[in-house]
């Protein structure tokens, strides 16, 4: 893919929001939607995950893709399974020699030299002949049921790409055969040379092609389980974000809210107090973004965005002794990463959860006040900032740039209450030292005190 139609995004970012994993803990966005049928249409996926899109035409031909096999429905069934494409993955990869003979004989005699080169050779060729023209057949069968001319763009690619393979004489030779199995050892050695010497790449071509319709099928089996809504792209030179009901496809009972923040208003302050929803509304914002942005349906009842060059997190930054990074100075290099993509992409959305937790007070005022000011500076980008140093409030409260919103709590019988809502304004509720003492940590410490 040019990489100029591509999101730039992090591995970082990726973690923190959870839409893949670098390690077997915890879930994943990518696990969630996952529902390919085989393990090629996993890597499809795994394809369009790492790598999404900012072009506007390109995100339309992915919306528009899934859309249209979304309202198939039940009717659009790739003639695809994992045992199937195994079988054929094992073949096609064989270390088992091509007989590459022209005429039958000096074939059948090349193929009998490999009957004692190659373990299994015999079973592999034969099986793997005849699986290759159930395939051939199966995914003919599936893509002339369907008019070129009212398929989406990229589905219509696919068709064309298809079509131009089941017109070539040995593959039209394959598709009218009336029985894929019991070939004979001497017709299976002639497919294969068919199969993967002469037209081995419009064989795989037909393979790979499966295997993304299987990853878009997968998304469009997701919209469908988790009642996606697909995004409205805003063809404007100003970043936007606005979104009505969103929520964190994690969550069984979620809160769903609403932000529209943008080209008057492209900096949005979030404060309240610990476990009040702010991380969990960060990760959604970029979350949405992401989904968006691959071609996919998101979790909300409605959303327009105007498409990122750069997406961009801080939430879950830690030290790395291994390169001599402590938890301070990590964070002042996610804040540089940050600074590099504002400077290097017109519209990039970034979020960072705090600002330097790893220093004192003081550095992180100062530290904080000075990054939100030069931010301020890239009005085509969109920040969110989630504090707790709502005195900073102060110094910015002037700036027509910054939103502020909040997380509402209470407290009942000594216990907090959160509401999960998005409010306008500032939060001065601190929670922290009730929720300590809620846990009975003050008690345990002093239990041996007479």
Not at 64 to 89: G, R, T
Request: hydrophobic residues 40%; glycine residues 4%; proline residues 3%.
């Amino acid at each position: 893919m040019d990489t100029s139609n591509k999101m730039v995004i992090d591995n970082q970012t990726l973690n923190e929001l959870e839409i893949v994993r670098d390690n077997s803990a915890g879930y994943s966005i990518l696990e969630m939607l996952d529902q390919t049928q085989t393990r090629g249409g996993k890597d499809a996926l795994k394809e369009i995950f790492y790598n999404p899109l900012c072009n506007a035409t390109l995100i339309e031909q992915r919306q528009q893709s899934i859309k249209w096999i979304y309202e198939y429905d039940d009717n659009f069934k790739l003639p695809i399974n994992k045992k199937l494409m195994d079988m054929l993955e094992v073949y096609f990869f064989s270390k088992a020699e091509v007989a590459v003979a022209k005429n039958a004989f000096s074939r059948f005699v090349e193929s009998s030299l490999y009957l004692f080169k190659y373990k299994n050779y015999k079973n592999t060729i034969v099986q793997g002949v005849s699986g290759t023209i159930l395939f051939i057949q199966s995914i003919h069968k599936f893509f002339i049921q369907f008019d070129k001319e009212n398929l989406p763009p990229q589905i219509a690619a696919y068709w064309e790409q298809a079509n131009k393979i089941f017109t070539t004489a040995p593959f039209a030779q394959t598709i009218s055969k009336s029985n894929p199995v019991n070939q004979s050892f001497q017709q299976s050695i002639a497919w294969d040379q068919v199969f993967r010497y002469e037209y081995k790449s419009e064989t795989l071509k037909l393979i790979s092609i499966s295997y993304e319709l299987d990853a878009l099928q997968s998304l469009a089996k997701s919209v469908l389980k988790y009642n996606l809504t697909f995004p409205e792209i805003i063809n404007s030179p100003h970043a936007n974000f606005e979104v009505e009901g969103l929520y964190h496809l994690f969550l069984k009972k979620p809160v769903a809210n609403n932000l529209t923040f943008g080209q008057k208003s492209n900096f949005l302050f979030l404060t309240g107090p610990n476990m009040a929803g702010k991380t969990t509304f960060l990760k959604s914002c970029g979350i949405a973004v992401y989904l968006a942005q691959i071609g996919m349906a998101v979790p909300a009842t409605k959303m327009q965005w105007t498409p990122f060059k750069a997406l961009l997190s801080s939430i879950n930054t830690s030290d790395n002794l291994s390169i001599g990074y402590s938890f301070f100075y990590a964070e002042v290099m996610r804040v540089k990463k940050a600074a590099e993509a504002v400077t290097k992409f017109e519209k990039c959305f970034i979020i960072f959860d705090e600002l330097f937790k790893g220093t004192n007070i003081k550095d992180a005022f100062d530290g904080s006040l000075l990054v939100i000011n030069g931010l301020l500076n890239w009005k085509s980008s969109l920040f969110i900032l989630s504090s707790h140093l709502t005195e900073l409030s102060k110094e910015i409260d002037k700036n027509p740039q910054i939103l502020f919103k909040h997380f509402e709590s209470t407290t009942e019988n000594s216990k907090p209450v959160f509401s999960y809502r998005l409010a306008d304004g500032i939060s001065n509720e601190r929670l922290g030292l009730i929720i300590i003492k809620n846990e009975g940590i003050d008690e345990m410490l002093n239990s041996n005190i007479k």
